[in-house]
């Protein structure tokens, strides 16, 4: 047993749970794999995946029971993220923004609002967390999307660009501004809206680099209505909502982006052990094993942190936003540096698309851009040592 599959063990789930991963973890190797391939070289969005993912109900795993879900641990759905993105990153990336784009509503939504959205997700639905605008990425508080209340109706006006899931989602959490309190930061504000609400519309999907089955939308709003219990919060609370919201997505990227790093390492184990130059396996040698090394060793201890987060979660901790990032910000590094070693270490084969290694490479790239750019997680982290 190798030092990364004793980790794996160490997280000692509820029999439970390690079942249930185990059963993601065929579901990972038996179909989700096979097909990746063939998803990327076509870029289209992985239907048959996702029902493939529903059919095991893997959605109720972060609803809790009393709406429909089975409310299982923090630590349980990253390792399930880990398993898909590792097999085929953009089935990964579909299935957790989903999570990512409802998981407010299950911390702080209201009763009535969690039996509206809830239901539906545990069942199999898809969300879109939309916040990103042309103007405004990192610094979300640049958006310019506009809430306006009408009565008993609020009217949504604006776009968004960058959205996973954007033009599949059935429900969308739209972050915007209202119209009625001044200040960038002070006037954020978070609402829920449902797929074929008048006024929504998808402007494009972006051709990508990566991820290529993982549908990436620019979404518009013109004169959208919602009903004013649609709004996640009060009016002006949504900037501690986004950042609440980040704070359990950024672990969850991590560990679709050390699936990657997971998947690429593997296969240049495979590889340097079979293939032969100078009359000796690539892995014997001694500048080879000093890489590997120092990628193990990477891996190892992104990893370990990941649970180390998972546990702070599962704890109940709140405040735990820098070690979201530190995790975030060394797990994107990673899986870019893997996914470059093991491009070099299958030589020119690693150029070729016969080998997915080619694939995560390409795969990796966005771990270090979304859910904030390192650059930010730097700053983050940097200034928390800022004494006041």
């Known amino acids: ?162 959205i996973s899931n954007g033009d599949v989602a059935d429900l969308y959490l739209v972050f915007g501004k209202w119209s009625e309190i001044a200040g960038d930061k002070a006037a954020i504000s978070a609402l829920v809206l449902p797929k074929g609400t008048p006024g929504l519309s998808v402007v494009r999907t972006e051709d990508k680099m990566g991820h290529r089955a993982a549908s990436t939308a620019t979404i518009a709003f013109d004169g959208c209505r919602v009903p004013r219990d649609h709004l996640l919060g009060a009016p002006g609370e949504g900037l501690k909502l986004l950042l609440a919201s980040l704070n359990k997505s950024r672990p969850s990227v991590a560990a679709h982006a050390l699936g990657i790093a997971r998947a690429a390492f593997e296969d240049a184990v495979a590889y340097i052990n079979e293939r032969r130059q100078s009359g000796r396996r690539i892995v014997e040698f001694q500048g080879i094993q000093f890489l590997l090394a120092d990628l193990a060793a990477e891996l190892a201890l992104c990893e370990a942190w990941l649970w180390h987060v998972a546990r702070m979660v599962d704890g109940g901790a709140a405040d735990f936003g820098v070690e979201a990032s530190i995790l975030k910000l060394r797990a994107s590094d990673l899986a870019m540096r893997m996914t470059t070693e093991a491009v070099q270490l299958h030589g020119g084969y690693g150029y070729c698309k016969d080998f997915r290694v080619e694939r995560l490479m390409r795969d990796a790239k966005i771990t270090q851009i979304w859910e904030g750019t390192n650059q930010i997680h730097r700053q983050v982290i940097g200034r928390s040592f800022v004494r006041k």
Not at 10 to 36: C, F, K, M, T, W
Not at 71 to 93: D, K, P
Request: aromatic share 8%.
């Open 1 to 162: 047993m190798s030092v990364l599959d004793r980790l794996d063990h160490s997280l000692a789930l509820p029999e439970h749970e390690a079942q249930l991963l185990a059963s993601v973890g065929e579901l990972a190797r038996d179909v989700i794999a096979p097909a990746a391939a063939g998803l990327d070289a076509s870029g289209t969005f992985p239907w048959a995946n996702i029902r493939a993912i529903n059919a095991l109900g893997l959605n109720a795993m972060w609803v809790p029971e009393a709406y429909g879900g089975a409310g299982l641990s923090y630590a349980v759905y990253l390792a399930c993220v880990r398993a898909i993105s590792a097999a085929c990153a953009s089935t990964g990336i579909v299935w957790a923004t989903s999570f990512h784009a409802m998981k407010p509503v299950v911390d702080f939504g209201t009763e009535a609002q969690k039996r509206r959205f809830l239901p539906a997700m545990a069942e199999g639905g898809i969300a879109a967390l939309c916040i990103t605008e042309p103007a405004a990425g990192s610094d979300a508080t640049g958006m310019t999307t506009r809430f306006r209340p009408d009565g008993e109706a609020i009217v949504v006006d604006g776009g968004k660009t960058f």
